[in-house]
């Protein structure tokens, strides 16, 4: 298990939301009025075919409303509501509280400035989760989304499952962490804190035994 440096990651940040350790961002009064988060460049068309992402999440202060993509795969940048409008593309799973106060995740998927969602509805998951984020491009004409949520750490306790049936198989360059939505709401806030996100991907070995002789 490999979690993510976030402090390699670029930030924008302009009102001082986050705190960013390591393997953790801890965020406070992200509004629906800010241009705010933490990008990845892979290279393009990195993000291809199936992928599996864990990470945990654990909420705080929210006002009804308040809303941001805890983790997007994008190929532009900008805000979530930015891609959508530039009629962009991006997956994403994001975290919400309802008018009724109800803590929400979510599917998120946008093509070519459509969006389509799905969310845990009625479900309050107001404490922290281990939630994994997997596309399953095997299911389905372009592919499935899911988002597991988990009670535990090793994942055995299942909560809750969704999923988005998607509508174009399509390769991601960029992933973000803590992705605002600015549609100009500023009095919407989300605060928490997220943090071992594991990509699940390969890493190079070095094989230090190996020698070159002339």
């Known amino acids: 298990m490999a979690f993510e440096d976030f402090t390699t990651y670029i930030?924008?940040?302009?009102?001082?939301?986050?705190?960013?350790?390591?393997?953790?961002?801890?965020?406070?009064?992200?509004?629906?009025?800010?241009?705010?988060?933490?990008?990845?460049?892979?290279g393009a068309g990195h993000f291809s075919g199936d992928f599996e992402h864990l990470f945990k999440y654990?909420?705080?202060?929210?006002?009804?409303?308040?809303?941001?993509?805890?983790?997007?795969?994008?190929n532009i940048v900008d805000d979530v509501n930015g891609i959508d409008t530039a009629a962009g593309d991006l997956l994403g799973v994001w975290y919400?509280?309802?008018?009724s106060g109800?803590?929400?995740?979510?599917?998120?998927?946008?093509?070519?400035?459509?969006?389509?969602?799905?969310d845990t509805s009625v479900t309050n998951h107001s404490v922290v989760r281990y939630?994994?984020?997997?596309r399953d491009e095997g299911v389905g004409t372009?592919?499935?989304?899911?988002l597991y949520i988990y009670s535990d750490e090793a994942r055995t306790i299942l909560i809750q499952?969704?999923?988005?049936?998607?509508?174009?198989?399509?390769?991601?360059?960029?992933?973000?962490?803590?992705?605002?939505?600015?549609d100009n709401n500023a009095a919407?806030?989300?605060?928490?804190?997220?943090?071992?996100?594991?990509?699940?991907?390969?890493v190079a070995v070095v094989n230090s035994n190996f020698f070159t002789f002339f």
Not at 64 to 70: G, I, P, Q
Not at 102 to 118: H, K, R, S
Not at 131 to 134: C, G, L, S
């Open 58 to 74: 654990t909420p705080a202060t929210n006002t009804n409303r308040a809303h941001a993509d805890l983790l997007s795969l994008a």
């Open 142 to 146: 372009y592919g499935t989304l899911y």
């Open 161 to 182: 499952t969704i999923s988005l049936t998607l509508h174009e198989k399509e390769d991601f360059r960029y992933n973000y962490v803590m992705h605002s939505y600015d």
């Open 96 to 99: 919400f509280k309802s008018d």
């Open 188 to 202: 919407y806030t989300l605060g928490g804190v997220l943090e071992n996100l594991d990509l699940q991907e390969a």
């Open 11 to 42: 930030e924008t940040d302009p009102n001082n939301r986050f705190s960013v350790a390591a393997n953790a961002i801890t965020v406070t009064a992200l509004s629906r009025d800010e241009d705010a988060w933490l990008i990845k460049d892979r």
């Open 102 to 118: 109800v803590n929400q995740y979510g599917l998120y998927e946008i093509v070519a400035g459509t969006p389509y969602q799905v």
């Open 131 to 134: 939630p994994k984020f997997k």
